[in-house]
């Protein structure tokens, strides 16, 4: 296809030679062609756009399987919903119940298993919520007559629908009832204008409502049944991933400048820009953690909170990398002796700090409070003394106190300008050393919450235990 | 009310004291008082956590009136929608048409104008392009007789479910039609497995598809004509806030610095902050002004997402600001002498340096290039320039080659490790200001582009003008 594909260009461009010439003589033939052949390019050009999608397609599906496996699971579920609606002669046409069931799957079925739940919850409770409601505005409506029956209605619906538009904006209300909130809109809306009797509306709100239960019923079973992902996990995993990557390019920075190696993987190096922005995704995620019930190592109240804090000091981090990289990038090159003077100093810095964060992420990955830390912590911040006491003695470099005849053409020395570079270097290395701390400090904070809420859990269940004991006795 | 609280607990206090001794003697009205007390202690807890919700409500409202407006605007709507269906006997009762139109305005109802258009296009096109797709599929499995009729349909919602949630993976999609893949699901599901006969389904979809349109024009409507929030108009006044605020740390931060002045006020030292993490709200915003036809100064294809770039350029500066500001809080404190050796160039760096943001600001805010900017740029390469200098001569503070005898003790002579603050502050000032440079050509760009497109909107108007002159005659 390829092959044709240059053969019809090759004509086109023979023709556009000899456009002139031939033009007079056939002129429908050449429009015809050309309109032809334009046509045929727009197709191949298109055919060309459509594969590089597919190719993108393809790619992130191998990627990330999991995402291929969760549209299986929509499908799964809206095919089976739709199966029982379709086999069973349960609904009454289009509008009929099967619509609520298929709609409360669609629109419910989130990646994550906490997202869906959210939804769920959220969907079931505003339903039944706004349904009582607008039954009594609906009574009361009613009873006040043909004549102010719509005022009443038209006031309730613009006040309620104000109020609950308003209360998303509220970021408490936001990050939990969002959702609910739309949903409250919409059912309170349609069942205070229905114009059936107030015992009708009874009878089709207990079929409405159940249908939406045995949706959600459905997507919270495939969901968690089928390779679940939990939001939870996903935000734990990712909080590991990230201080690795932190970890990598901390120390692949310093080692590639003292070093002067270009062998280091430029992925590893630029691994620390998908902390930089990682706000949204994670309080996303720690949005929906908030809903799952325990899985793996989690409790239902796993401290959640705590990883957008541990996110947070990443990020501080994270910008004095950013700092750091274009110190090491800067057009002001150090000279040579200033770098081999600092350069143990600074990769002991940049190694320790590094080993660290690879600790940290260890201790947040088996959430247990590293034996190792203290002595890591101690270690770079005897690093940090160590590149303290070589930058003291840098001065000697620029002065050797004990032959000054001629500073600026003395052999040995070196212009203050290029001792520049190393000395910003250095002094954001120790500031990194610092976030570092701040990094522990969170980490060790999760990993008390969490081992302290896992006491109350054990707590909270031992009755529980001593019950069923007692019952096996 | 308060004193009345504290009046309770202080009975409650009492009790406790005196538990002991009492218990004993009047055991159920001690029980009924705790009971009371406690429920009380609650109602009025849950009474102050409401009252401070009440009160962040109307801060909030307070703070932006445009979001109680956009509350309104969602309640008009809605009422005007449902009135129209309550009056008028359109309906079949809950699940007919009113429903659709109801819950389409429900939905589709955002705050800003491009992201309430998104949705309504989204909803129209996916709606359509179902609703054929489902009659066709229904059609050929009605042809396949009764057996194999669950199994066409079934497999054909799995496939196309499947493929659609697949497409709301891949960013160019989700972009752009994430919603209206969700309502593609929706109404092929919903339609696929109807029991009509094709010919009543043309009829239905006909109707559906005419109240969908009501409730989206609706929507446009209201959101046009009701004080319009512009997405567009958003971004852009957010990039400026946003230069502004970068500019305002900048110079705070150095001047507080120098100056050792506390009178600064720390919200405007903090301002950069609000710059770090705002690419998702910038993402968002410039999709949806993709949406909005032209408005105010904005055509229809105004470059938005230059602003993405422009954004970004203006991150790396913040996060330049932010190691500046770890620098200048840090503890190791610089000596007077060499502060005051550098104070004139870095102020005059900070000053030059926030006043081409500032200008910047004006640029992107009048949509044109400024004539001062080039000035700017370059009044702000000599500060560097001099602040270099400064920093060379810097080596005489700390060794002057004149009278070196006795370097260490000699009076005057600054340690070395005194001038690293300074010296890092300066260095990453200068960093700071090649990054405005990248800044400076991304806002021209964003002009430059602007104006092309400007041009070519007006060329393209021209003809249309030609044909009213035209018309005219």
Redesign the interface.
């Known amino acids: 296809m390829a092959s044709g594909k240059e053969l019809c260009e090759g004509v086109e461009w023979r023709i556009r030679v000899v456009d002139g010439s031939s033009e007079v003589l056939v002129p429908p033939t050449g429009l015809a062609r050309k309109v032809w052949l334009r046509t045929k390019g727009l197709i191949s050009g298109l055919g060309m756009k459509v594969r590089m ?1 597919l190719k ?2 393809w790619d ?2 191998a990627n990330d399987p999991r ?2 496996i ?3 699971k ?3 579920a ?2 089976i919903v ?2 029982v ?3 069973r ?1 349960l ?1 009454d ?4 119940n ?2 609520w069931a ?2 409360t799957v ?2 419910v079925f989130e990646p994550t298993v906490g997202a869906t739940l959210y939804k769920c919850l959220n969907r079931v409770c505003a339903t039944c919520l706004a349904g009582f409601l607008a039954v009594g505005v609906h009574w009361i409506a009613s009873q006040s007559g043909d004549r102010f029956e ?1 005022f009443v ?2 006031a309730s ?3 309620l ?3 609950a ?3 998303r ?2 970021p ?1 209300v936001k990050s939990k009832f969002d959702y609910g909130a ?1 949903i409250f ?2 059912t309170f ?8 009797r107030v015992d009708k509306l009874f009878d ?1 709100a207990h079929q409405r409502i159940s249908t939406i239960i045995i949706g959600t019923s459905l997507c919270i079973f495939v969901i968690m049944m089928v390779c679940p992902i939990w939001s939870g996990q996903e935000l734990h995993s990712l909080t590991v991933r990230k201080m690795d990557k932190l970890s990598d390019s901390l120390d692949g920075c310093v080692t590639q400048y003292f070093t002067n190696s270009n062998g280091e993987d430029d992925q590893k190096l630029q691994g620390y820009k998908c902390v ?2 990682s ?3 994670e309080e996303s995620m720690a949005n929906f953690a908030r809903w799952e019930p325990s899985h793996g190592r989690f409790n239902f109240r796993h401290p959640w909170k705590q990883y957008l804090k541990i996110g947070a000091s990443m ?2 981090c994270a ?2 990398i ?2 750091l990289n ?2 090491i990038n ?1 057009e002001n090159q150090a000279a040579e002796s200033i770098k081999k003077h600092l350069s143990t100093s600074c990769l002991k810095v940049s190694s320790s700090s590094s080993s660290a964060i690879k600790e940290l992420a260890e201790s947040v990955k088996k959430m247990n409070k590293s034996p190792n830390m203290d002595l890591l912590v101690e270690e770079m911040n005897s690093a940090v003394e160590e590149l ?1 006491n070589d ?2 003695s ?2 000697h470099l ?2 050797p ?1 004990t032959t ?1 005849e ?3 053409s003395a052999t040995g020395l070196v ?3 290029e001792i ?2 190393v ?2 270097l ?3 290395l120790i ?1 990194i050393s610092a ?1 570092i701390e701040a990094l522990v400090g969170s980490v060790e904070e999760l990993v008390e919450e969490s081992e302290m809420k896992d006491k109350i859990v054990a707590k909270e269940e031992k009755p529980e235990g001593t019950m069923k004991a007692l019952q096996r006795v």
């Open positions: 999608f993108q397609a992130m599906g995402k291929v969760h549209c299986i929509v499908g799964l809206l095919t739709s199966l609606y379709f086999m002669p609904y046409g289009v509008g009929g099967a619509m298929i709609m669609v629109v719509p209605v038209g619906i613009f006040i629908a104000s109020i538009t308003f209360s904006f509220i408490s739309m809109i919409l809306s349609i069942v205070a204008i229905s114009g059936y089709l930089l922005s706000k949204a995704s990020r501080s910008y004095c950013e700092a274009s110190c800067s303290h930058l003291k840098l001065s620029l002065n106190s000054a001629n500073q600026i212009p203050f300008m520049i570079p000395v910003t250095a002094s954001i500031e976030r």
